[in-house]
């Protein structure tokens, strides 16, 4: 079946059609949640349109994972939810109907051989997200589910207080008892996701809550951010704090990290960022964050560690003393902070000093300014607020037969897998229960 169907194939299919709805389930979007909405309500002999305003399905799902596609996490489904601190514990009911090892065997069964990588992350053998946009896309050719590329719409129509189907630009009407909006939030905007289904969701009465990038690189104005001082650094297994005012953790993170031109990036700050966007909001001032070099050394085991190397090196200079503790450009860094000459001998330094430099090493405070915007963010905070949505079947409390799924939902998780798990779960359920309400509209209209 052709991506690139002319929209008049629908007036063929209806001619054929002996009832009043062109289609049973309309998805909007072809991203992952769409994919997979798609393809769950076709498995229901449902007849359904897939739209999809750009040229290709899939964009998102094929730049996932630095492009082998992370399709999602193997740990125990409470280490899942844990891992999606925005609104992750909505996604329980869901869950107990389709999780991450039902996303395991539906692409095991579609023929993707897979592989588990750190923390339970899962790719496919091949290592190319295009396997999976692929496989997936066959099996919406299997369904024999219709596709408009490149076709935008203009709204979701609703009549008589629920679903009647869809409107496209060119004003074409095409009504269906079930409508899935799964365009995705506003991140990476160059997949499509420009945040389209917002108005959709809000003419339905339904309430946007604050949008915000996560996932994303944090900024700072700290003058040795500017001055680009620690510039590419990067540093493995450090643990990065975002505090509140009271100087307490709000959340730790222990990763790698790495500092840049504007302020940190890397796997520890990206799943800062969205803490870091809460505090600013509570703060209305830059946030101060927490560097812990040596998250597995006591401030007394590090002593002792630094102290050992002094001593077996106290002819040398500070500097060339303590090789193996850091890089050099960051040891410099901190033993100027330390106000220690770096070129003074260790019977040189005074002990108070040698102190403070342990403590910067154990406690490194910084502040940050919040985040770079929605263009390098992996996710969307915010969306259509969770608490109007049905959890067991992803259909709309303010609209019968409108459903969503994906990020265009005020649900978001780290990076790891965890996103796409959310998307493909929502997707599958709001597939069924479209498919399910389609049965229940055609039921009726023949009793």
């Known amino acids: 079946m052709s991506n690139d169907r002319e929209i008049d194939i629908l007036n063929k299919r209806k001619q054929k059609r002996s009832y009043d709805m062109d289609y049973d389930v309309i998805v909007i979007g ?83 051989a897979l592989k588990e990588e750190d923390h339970g992350r899962m790719f496919p053998v091949s290592n190319s997200a295009r ?42 009407e095409i009504s269906a008892p079930a409508v899935i909006i799964a365009v995705g939030g506003k991140s990476v905007p160059r997949t499509g996701s420009t945040g389209d289904g917002y108005a959709w969701a809000k003419a339905a009465g339904h309430t946007i809550t604050e949008l915000y990038p996560t996932e994303v690189p944090i900024t700072s104005n700290e003058a040795f951010i500017k001055e680009r001082t620690l510039q590419g650094i990067s540093l493995q297994d450090v643990a990065l704090s975002v505090l509140n005012q009271r100087g307490k953790p709000v959340i730790t993170h222990q990763m790698d990290m790495i500092f840049t031109h504007f302020g940190v990036s890397g796997p520890a700050a990206l799943r800062c960022s969205m803490f870091v966007q809460r505090e600013m909001k509570k703060q209305k001032q830059a946030v101060p964050m927490k560097l812990d070099i040596f998250p597995e050394l006591s401030a007394e085991a590090l002593r002792q560690r630094v102290l050992k190397l002094l001593q077996e090196n106290e002819k040398k200079a500070i500097k060339n003393a303590l090789p193996n503790l850091l890089q050099e450009k960051l040891l410099l860094f901190m033993l100027e902070r330390a106000q220690i000459d770096p070129l003074a001998e260790y019977k ?71 996103n796409i798990t959310c998307a493909l779960v929502t997707g599958h359920t709001a597939g069924k229960y479209a498919a399910e309400t389609a049965s229940s509209y055609w039921r009726a209209k023949n009793n």
């Open 348 to 418: 040189q330094i005074s002990s108070k000093k040698i102190e403070k430099l342990i403590a910067l090493l154990k406690d490194f405070r910084f502040d940050v300014t919040g985040t770079l915007d929605f263009e390098k963010a992996f996710v969307t905070g915010g969306g259509v607020s969770v608490k109007e949505i049905h959890p067991r079947k992803m259909e709309s409390k303010k609209m019968p037969g409108l459903f969503f799924c994906g990020e265009i939902l005020d649900i978001n998780g780290y990076t790891g897998g965890y």
């Open 131 to 172: 396997s999976v946009a692929e496989a997936m896309i066959t099996q919406l050719e299997k369904y024999q589910v219709d596709i408009f590329m490149k076709t935008k719409v203009a709204k979701v129509r609703y009549e008589a207080e629920k679903v009647a189907g869809i409107q496209l630009e060119d004003g074409k």
């Open 30 to 112: 072809g991203g992952p949640s769409g994919l997979m909405a798609a393809i769950s309500a076709a498995s229901h002999n449902k007849k359904v349109l897939l739209v999809e305003k750009g040229p290709k399905l899939g964009r998102k799902l094929i730049l996932s994972g630095g492009g082998r596609c992370n399709v999602t996490n193997r740990l125990p489904v409470e280490e899942i939810i844990r891992h999606i601190p925005g609104n992750g514990r909505f996604l329980y009911s869901a869950f107990h109907d389709f999780d991450n090892e039902s996303i395991i065997a539906f692409f095991e069964g579609l023929g993707v």
